[in-house]
């Protein structure tokens, strides 16, 4: 009989994840983890895929979000809960999971709570690399909460965006997101007073508001020909952030259609308004963009598919600076038939504490 092996998982806590990204620079991860997204959105059919799990409560939701590729199983465990600032808890709250098919050995658990908000910014970013016009220059970015400041740095890193035109219902919001900016090389924010204001003038416009409400942000009379919309913060069902007509007058592109029908800005629209999903355009079966006078919409709504891929980004990153630490989060067993074993073995040390 082999010897038994000790098994450990290992373990990325939120500081080493900040350690981690400090160390590689922002700029590295979000270009590494969208490299890793292209490559397994490649892949797509080699991936059991699914609509996430959702529970949903009166102030947010708390989903799990399951994918595998037959070698790998990944899940993330995370909430969206717009009211938690008002007791000093983040609106996004997130942990995840790399897993080993062939045994079940969980291998990595992670926080994911600032991996998503790279993980979603990186995905935007190969959204519009593949749909936006060649050589855009300014984006309108409403909504400046938590995650805006990365959808600013992927876009100017990853697509060139020199210009932001920024605005939010809170001018706080817009100063935190001009400060944490300031002094990025070749980027330059405008603050705005409305949505309007904002999008005159923008080749992308990226919406990324919180609020759990069938909203309006961005309205028909906005558009202007050879836009790109990134449409993040409509991502459940009730919660939107294009008028419906928006949609109607835009190819609209998506991650995993059962899901977005679902959670995404389309859940406005009958169940067989025409989308494509956006593999079929990295992988060339799909022509994307009609034309530059065409408005994209690329509702996405955050898929497990890109979790996977930040995870092994994690994963992979933390072998090559060494970070991170083994933990038992599966008992260890002499005879893996005898879990009841472990109980005997330290009833001895109980009796000496008794």
């Known amino acids: 009989m082999a010897a038994p092996q000790h098994f450990s998982t290992l373990y990325l806590s939120a500081p080493d994840v900040i350690a981690l990204v400090q160390r ?24 059991d895929k699914s609509a996430r799990v959702a529970s949903h409560s009166r102030d947010g939701v708390i989903e799990l979000m399951p994918i595998s590729d037959g070698q790998t199983y ?11 600032t008002r007791w000093g808890l983040s609106t996004v709250m997130a942990f995840g999971v790399l ?16 991996t998503t908000a790279l993980r979603t910014a990186a995905m935007s970013a190969v959204a519009a690399r593949a749909l936006a016009r060649p050589g855009v220059h300014t984006m309108a970015l409403i909504g400046n909460g938590a995650q805006s400041e990365f959808q600013a740095l992927a876009f100017h890193h990853l697509l060139g ?21 300031q002094g990025t090389a070749g980027l330059r924010t405008v603050a705005c007073t409305s949505t309007a204001e904002a999008v005159r003038g923008a080749d992308i416009v990226t919406t990324v508001t919180a609020d759990k409400t069938n909203a309006t942000i961005l309205t028909p009379d ?63 079966q799909h022509g994307g963009r009609a034309s530059d006078a065409a408005v994209t919409v690329f509702d996405s709504v955050g898929f497990a598919l890109e979790d996977f891929s930040a995870l092994r980004f994690l994963r992979d990153a933390a072998a090559e600076l060494g970070m ?20 005997r073995e330290r009833q001895p040390l109980l009796r000496a504490a008794a």
Not at 99 to 114: I, R, Y
Not at 228 to 253: M, S, W, Y
């Open 24 to 47: 590689k620079g922002v700029e590295p991860c979000l270009r590494g983890i969208a490299d890793y997204i292209q490559d397994d959105f490649l892949r797509w059919s080699a991936f």
């Open 74 to 84: 990944a899940f993330k465990y995370v909430n969206g809960h717009p009211k938690n």
């Open 99 to 114: 897993a080993d098919v062939a045994t079940g050995a969980p291998l990595l658990l992670s926080e994911l709570t600032l």
């Open 161 to 181: 965006i020199d210009t932001l035109r920024l605005f939010d219902t809170d001018p706080a919001a817009m100063a935190k997101l001009q400060a944490n900016l």
């Open 222 to 284: 906005l558009l202007a020909p050879g836009m790109h919309i990134n449409a993040v913060g409509g991502d459940c069902p009730g919660k939107t952030e294009l008028h419906a007509d928006v949609l109607r007058q835009a190819q609209v592109f998506v991650e995993y259609a059962p899901q977005t029908r679902i959670e995404g800005d389309i859940q406005q629209l009958p169940p067989d308004f025409a989308v494509t999903e956006l593999w079929e355009v990295l992988a060339g």
């Open 324 to 343: 991170g630490q083994p933990i038992e989060l599966i008992p260890q067993l002499s005879d893996p038939k005898n879990l009841f074993g472990l109980l």
